[in-house]
């Protein structure tokens, strides 16, 4: 152990300075040629093909794995951007245990399925290094679009109204464009700068304009944007977290922090050496968030990172894959447990209070007795809720944006889609879906059809 380990409080340079390039580096190796040929080889190429029907981009898959077992791996790249124009960092990021490989028929023949999501990888690798475009512009219609929000949703609808032709301006409030895949995922899934050199290439077809700094509520509002521009798409994510509920939380004890801002902090830091984190981290929650943010912190030199859920981990939003990382990782996830109260001294997080908690007659109920869990660092990663002034005046469901199956809001000239909306799984490939989609229906509006 290093003497970095032994620091007591949140500190930084828990690591040997060589030990965070090797923690932090790419999940998933890239496939080699011969690899992608093996992997290519194992599928069966089936009609109707289960695997397909799973994807929410509804990806020709046997297509591109037949053009990928043929060496035309440019081809594959084209058949999968037909669908999924980030098919690149769905590839990266998608829960395809869940879906698509969940589905594929060698799963069910062998346990183990065809690996769609690093054949994709291969082939959109290739495209994005050679810069081979597969997308021409319409004429141009004389249309303009707002798009708010440069994440995968709002990336997938700019890309499909420029290929129709029309002028498309992307106003998003961070520095950089990518939404959640430049600041929303662990940095191990997404190395070397690939969310950036995504919205290059997404990009690169033209008539697309990015404009930074700019948020829905702040700098612009819906009605200015439609006085501007012929229609408007609203990708904005979610940009508020949910509060614990838990006795302490709003004493602004040095500690206890969201969890989607330190995950943020680290995708943006260039030297990892100098991002504190605590001796003991706890994170509140069970999806992808705190998963992620658990992992991180145990990267980064934590020497004691346990996740906390309300219910068991059948119920868990995060994939038994990432469990299954984060328990490889030397995490710890515990069940059945709420946070209760915050502990401090001295104006710092020294523990968390929890209940435990059961299902009673099929509502969560506390049971009446704690567990305390000593800690320096608590992370909250309990879903994020829709900021008040990005739906100023819009139809919302349970706190998200209404809208129909086309992405249509409550308001005319206005569309919506990613993880703003009631419809949805909070997935990247659903968002790009989505905004694809919405982007046809837009077009469809603008024709007059």
């Known amino acids: 152990m290093s003497g970095g380990m032994l620091k007591q409080g949140i500190a930084s340079g828990r690591l040997e300075p060589g030990q965070y390039a090797r923690n932090f580096s790419d999940l998933h190796p890239a496939l080699d040629r011969h690899e992608a040929f093996v992997e290519a080889d194992r599928c069966y190429f089936c009609f109707d093909a289960p695997c397909m029907n799973a994807c929410p981009t509804e990806i020709d898959i046997p297509m591109f794995i037949r053009e990928i077992s043929t060496d035309n791996p440019l081809g594959a790249a084209e058949t999968i951007f037909e669908q999924n124009i980030l098919g690149g960092m769905c590839a990266r990021v998608c829960p395809t245990e869940q879906l698509c490989e969940d589905a594929c028929v060698r799963m069910e023949a062998e346990g183990k399925p065809v690996k769609i999501g690093q054949l994709q990888r291969y082939a959109t690798d290739i495209a994005m290094e050679e810069n081979a475009q597969f997308f021409t512009r319409a004429p141009a219609t004389g249309k303009t679009i707002a798009v708010v929000g440069a994440g995968p949703s709002g990336l997938a609808a700019a890309h499909r109204l420029a290929v129709h032709g029309h002028d498309v301006v992307v106003y998003d409030a961070r520095p950089k464009a990518g939404g959640l895949n430049e600041y929303g995922i662990a940095s191990y899934k997404t190395p070397d700068g690939f969310a950036q050199a995504e919205v290059d290439y997404v990009t ?159 509502r969560l109920s506390g049971m009446g007795h704690t567990l305390t869990l000593p800690a320096d660092q608590v992370f909250k990663a309990i879903g994020q809720t829709l900021e008040d002034e990005t739906a100023a005046g819009l139809a919302l469901i349970a706190g998200r944006i209404e809208t129909d199956a086309e992405g249509r809001t409550s308001r005319p000239g206005v569309w ?32 007059g059809n």
């Not at 977290?241 to 995708?267: K, P, Y």
């Not at 705190?290 to 068991?312: F, N």
């Not at 946070?339 to 209070?353: A, D, F, H």
């Not at 694809?436 to 837009?442: P, Q």
Request: charged share 25%; net charge negative; proline share 1%.
């Open 204 to 362: 690169s077809i033209g008539g697309i304009e990015i404009e930074l700094g700019q948020a829905l509520g702040r700098e612009l509002s819906l009605d200015g944007l439609l006085e501007r521009h012929d229609a408007v798409f609203l990708g904005v994510g979610l940009g508020g977290v949910n509060a614990l509920r838990a006795e302490g939380e709003t004493d602004g004890s040095h500690g206890l922090a969201d969890a989607v801002d330190f995950i943020a902090e680290l995708r943006q830091s260039d030297d990892l050496s100098k991002l504190p984190v605590g001796r003991r981290v706890v994170v509140i929650g069970g999806g992808m968030t705190a998963i992620d943010a658990g992992v991180q912190s145990k990267l980064l030199g934590a020497e004691e990172v346990t996740i906390c859920y309300r219910r068991g981990q059948e119920h868990m939003n995060a994939s038994s894959f990432e469990q299954d990382l984060a328990a490889s990782k030397g995490v710890t996830i515990r069940h059945w447990l709420q946070p209760k109260r915050v502990l401090s001294e001295n104006g710092k997080v020294t523990g968390i209070e929890l209940e435990y908690t059961e299902l009673k007659d099929g």
């Open 416 to 447: 919506a889609g990613g993880d703003c909306v009631a419809a949805g799984d909070d997935l990247t490939v659903t968002a790009v879906a989505q905004g694809r989609d919405a982007a046809e229906s837009i077009n469809r509006y603008l024709a």
